[in-house]
């Protein structure tokens, strides 16, 4: 089983930023993916990045050039800087890890963008 941290959603004005945080432990093997997908409702989940063990990073295009993941392998952290976010963006963001064929989900946290 794998654990997860999650930090960093809220309420942001339009244009405003968040950064959120999953700090991710226990069964955790060799390379693996990490990144956050997001639900809004009515919707889908959906990606939105992940990066993998070798810094290969992977972005919706929606998000592109305004959000950016990056990661701390040591401490299998992954951060999500958001950036010019907007109403479009409000979601609960979920972290994930792919790992050993296995998917684990984080509990979500809530992200709203609202004037």
């Known amino acids: 089983q794998v654990q997860f941290v999650e930090s960093g959603g809220g309420l942001v004005q339009p244009g405003g930023s968040l950064r959120l945080s999953c700090a991710a432990s226990?069964?955790?093997?060799?390379?693996?993916?990490m990144g956050w997908y997001r639900q809004a409702p009515g919707k889908q989940r959906e990606l939105v990045a992940d990066?993998?063990?070798?810094?290969?990073?992977n972005y919706a295009d929606s998000v592109k050039g305004r959000f950016t993941i990056s990661k701390d392998s040591a401490k299998n952290t992954v951060y999500l800087q958001m950036n010019s976010l907007n109403p479009e963006d409000t979601a609960v963001y979920y972290c994930?890890?792919?790992?050993?064929?296995?998917?684990?989900w984080g509990q979500g946290t809530q992200v709203t963008v609202s004037s």
């Open positions: 990066i993998a063990s070798g810094g290969f990073t």
């Open positions: 226990g069964s955790i093997f060799g390379f693996y993916t």
């Open positions: 994930t890890i792919l790992t050993m064929g296995r998917r684990y």
